[in-house]
């Protein structure tokens, strides 16, 4: 089976299908998908959505976010579910440095920082997209940001570790956005760095390619730093899952019965 579904407008839509859990079962394929925004599909890609029978599409995406890139196309019968995760004033902070070429400000620790908030401030979120999943009239389910990296990462991380997958895979699958995403991130960075450079500002391009790399490209560390935030707040991943997530232990045994196989 092929975990990447190839579409012309977002490049990191893939299956979470065939990870083995400890228990020796695999997840499911063909029952819930990570992406990016779907704001851009084509006509054809959301032609490819209707045949893997998506009927469910969770979006994370804030308000501003969906205003300024769009809705997503859905194929037909497909239910939208909201739950957005709002950007914070870090973004408001990145356009005036984008439209100055200064990235000199830029915390190079920023992704780490959001994974723990992601833990933190966001358990309504991740919480529905575990009750959601739980439906089968759900199923099959697509989740997504915009760039299907980081929100979307980390709703990947609490899937696969409520059916049981252990963190060295949670990780792999996580990196696996620096693959599917690298031509529309080496573009992205080549931009930058061009005009941080036109600004005339000494060592302002490397500066920009070092801190917007950081941004554009996912890191173990910061998975790890959600990782850790949930360690100190509830001791394990699964006190987490029931605690901070409100999945009881009979949800998520009938969650793993569901999606393994």
Known sequence: MNRHVPLKGQPNFR???GYEAADGRRVRWGAVYRSGELSQLSQDDVDKLAALGIRTVVDFR???????RGQGRLPPGAKLRPMPIAS???F???IPMFLK???SQLPPNLLERVNRLLVSDFAEQFGGLLRTLREPASRPLVF???QG?????FGAAIVLSALGVPWETVLEDYLLSNEYRKAENDKLLDMVRAFAASQGKAGAEEVAFERVEGLLYVKEQSLQAAHDEILERHGSVEAYLIEGLGASEEALQQLRDDLLE
Not at 62 to 68: D, G, K, L, N, R
Not at 149 to 153: F, M, P, T
């Open 15 to 17: 299956d979470l299908g």
């Open 62 to 68: 804030s308000p501003q976010e969906i205003a300024a």
């Open 88 to 90: 914070s004033d870090v």
């Open 92 to 94: 408001s902070k990145l």
């Open 101 to 103: 070429g200064d990235f």
């Open 144 to 146: 997504h940001c915009t």
């Open 149 to 153: 990296k980081d929100r979307a990462g």
